[in-house]
């Protein structure tokens, strides 16, 4: 069974050291909406790893309740193609060695227009999944 492999808070504490030592830098808004949401989904109660799967990175997976299971990417944006895929290319079935199973796959996008749905993968915009109540409320 493919269990993802948690680097835990450790990792979060470690990017907002570095961001303190090295200085605010505006190229770093990505790695900041992923803080934002990583912390959201631990107010929600969900259990949060980081990093790779055996099938490859993934940003986030979030372990709720039950059999409740999240697969999480975060991006700014989708316009470009190459970045649309390289984003979807980890939640996609039909990648070989990929996310065999079919929990929840979510691609959480900060800015431009956007499906909501690509190969039944959920498109959320930061803002939308932001300000709901709960992330298993669509």
């Known amino acids: 069974r493919d269990q993802p492999r948690s680097r835990g808070l450790g990792d979060v504490y470690k990017r907002q050291i570095r961001s303190y030592l090295d200085g605010y ?3 770093d ?3 900041m909406l992923e803080n934002v ?3 959201q989904l631990v107010f929600e109660g969900y259990e949060v790893f ?3 799967l055996r099938a490859g990175k993934i940003d986030f997976v979030a372990i709720g309740e039950g059999s409740d299971r999240k697969y999480i990417q975060v991006t700014e944006r989708i316009d470009a193609e190459a970045t649309r895929e390289r984003e979807l290319q980890p ?3 039909s990648t070989l060695g990929k996310i065999p199973d079919s ?3 979510i691609l959480i996008v900060r800015d431009g ?3 909501t749905d690509i190969d039944g993968i959920r498109i959320v915009g930061a803002v939308d999944f932001l300000l709901r109540n709960k992330i298993t409320r669509g």
């Open 37 to 39: 949401i990583y912390n």
């Open 50 to 52: 980081c990093g790779h």
């Open 29 to 31: 808004s990505g790695r």
């Open 103 to 105: 929990y929840e796959k």
């Open 113 to 115: 227009d956007h499906p």
């Open 91 to 93: 939640l996609k079935l």
């Open 25 to 27: 830098r505006g190229s």
